[in-house]
C-alpha cells in the first residue's frame, strides 16, 4: 500500500524562530574575516613582511601574530620629538630559546643593538656559554628518559645535551669564578661595600667568552645589561656551589642592586615596551620593572599558557593592566599557541 504524501503545511514556528533568527545591524566599520589571495603572489615570491600583513584578518591567532609585529613595529620607530630618545625595549626570554635554534636570533637582535636589556633564567645565560664550548644535538620527544641516564645524555624536550658538555663547562667557568672571588677581595680593601651583581657578572663571563655566537659576548661588547635573578637556578649555580667549599672567600652576590638597576631603567625610560617569549620568572620581573613607572607603553607576549590556573605566565595582558604594569590603552597582545 502506498503511502500518501503529507499535505503542504508550514514549518514550526518556534523552530523557525530558533533557526531564523534576525541579527542586529553590523556596526559600520567591522572588519572582514579574509585571507591572503595567493593568486596576487604568482609573479613574485611572498615576503614575510606580506604574508604577515595578510593574516591580520585571518583570525584565529593569526591576527595576533600580525598585531604583535605591528606593536614591536611601533615601539622601534618611536623617538621622543624633545630628545629623540628610542623606546626603551626589554626582552625577556626562557632558556628552552637558547638551548633551540632561536639562540641565533636572539643573538643578532643583541648584536645589532635592537633591544636595551634582557631578563633571562640562569639556563638561557648558561646554555648560551655552553654551545660555545660544544654543540647541542636534534633528539625527539619520547627518548626513554632511564636509557638516557645511563648514556649520560641530557634532553631538553627533542634536543639532546651530552653531559660532557657540562663538564666542558666546569673546566672553563671554574678558573673565572676564582678569578672572580679574588676581584672581590680586592675590591673590598677599597670599598667594604663592594659585591658582584648578576648582570655584572654575566657582563664579564661574555667578555670572557669570546665567541661572536654568543648572545652573552654581543651584550657584553655593547653594553646592553643581562638581568638574571635567579642566577644560581642551574648548572652555573651548580658550579657556585662546588666553588664554594674550594675557597675560604667565596662568591657574593647582590641580587637587590640588579632590582634598582632595572627598575631605574623602566622609570627613566621615555617609553618602555615589553617583549616576553615564554612566561614564569622572566615575564614578571620585566611587568614589575614597568610597574615602577605605572606601566609599560607596549606589549607583546608570545607563550603557550592558559590562564585558567592564575598564573602570572598564562595571563592576557589585560591582567597586567589592572596592576598597573601595562598602562591602559597601551597596545598589547598575547600571542597564543595556535594559528
Known amino acids: 500500500m502506498e503511502s500518501k504524501p503529507n499535505p503542504p503545511s508550514a514549518p514550526p514556528a518556534a523552530a523557525t524562530e530558533a533557526v531564523l533568527k534576525p541579527s542586529a545591524p553590523v556596526p559600520e566599520g567591522s572588519t572582514i574575516t579574509k585571507g591572503i589571495d595567493h593568486n596576487a603572489f604568482q609573479d613574485h615570491e611572498m615576503t614575510v613582511s606580506e604574508l604577515v600583513e595578510g593574516m591580520s584578518n585571518m583570525g584565529i591567532q593569526a591576527g595576533a601574530i600580525s598585531k604583535a609585529v605591528q606593536i614591536i613595529n611601533e615601539m622601534r620607530a618611536y623617538r621622543d620629538p624633545e630628545t629623540g630618545d628610542p623606546t626603551t625595549i626589554f626582552l625577556g626570554l626562557t632558556s628552552n630559546l637558547i638551548s633551540s635554534g632561536l639562540r641565533d636570533s636572539i643573538r643578532y637582535l643583541v648584536q645589532h643593538k635592537c633591544v636595551s636589556a634582557l631578563v633571562m633564567t640562569a639556563g638561557g645565560v648558561e646554555e648560551d656559554l655552553i654551545k660555545c664550548l660544544a654543540p647541542t644535538y636534534l633528539g625527539a620527544f619520547d627518548l626513554d628518559g632511564a636509557e638516557l641516564r645511563e648514556k649520560g645524555m641530557n634532553r631538553i624536550g627533542n634536543m639532546l645535551v651530552p653531559n660532557a658538555n657540562y663538564c666542558a663547562f666546569e673546566d672553563w667557568v671554574v678558573p673565572l669564578l676564582e678569578k672572580y672571588a679574588e676581584r672581590q677581595c680586592q675590591e673590598r680593601e677599597k670599598d667594604p661595600d663592594w659585591c658582584w651583581t648578576p648582570s655584572m657578572l654575566i657582563e664579564q ?75 614564569g620568572l622572566v615575564k614578571h620581573h620585566i611587568a614589575n620593572a614597568c610597574l615602577m613607572r605605572n606601566g609599560a607603553d607596549y606589549a607583546v607576549y608570545i607563550n603557550t599558557a592558559q590562564e585558567y590556573d592564575a598564573s602570572d605566565a598564562g595571563a592576557r595582558p589585560d591582567e597586567a593592566i589592572s596592576w598597573g604594569k601595562i598602562k591602559a590603552g597601551a597596545p598589547a597582545v598575547k600571542v597564543s599557541e595556535g594559528l
Open 205 to 279: 663571563l661574555g667578555v670572557a667568552i669570546e665567541d661572536e655566537s654568543s648572545v652573552l659576548y654581543w651584550a657584553a661588547k655593547n653594553g646592553i645589561p643581562i638581568f638574571c635573578p635567579a642566577l644560581t637556578d642551574g648548572s652555573l649555580g651548580d658550579m657556585m656551589f662546588f666553588h664554594s667549599f674550594r675557597v675560604e672567600r667565596h662568591l657574593e652576590i647582590a641580587i637587590v642592586r640588579d632590582l634598582r638597576k632595572i627598575n631605574t631603567m623602566a622609570m627613566a625610560a621615555k617609553k618602555a615596551g615589553m617583549i616576553i617569549l615564554g612566561g
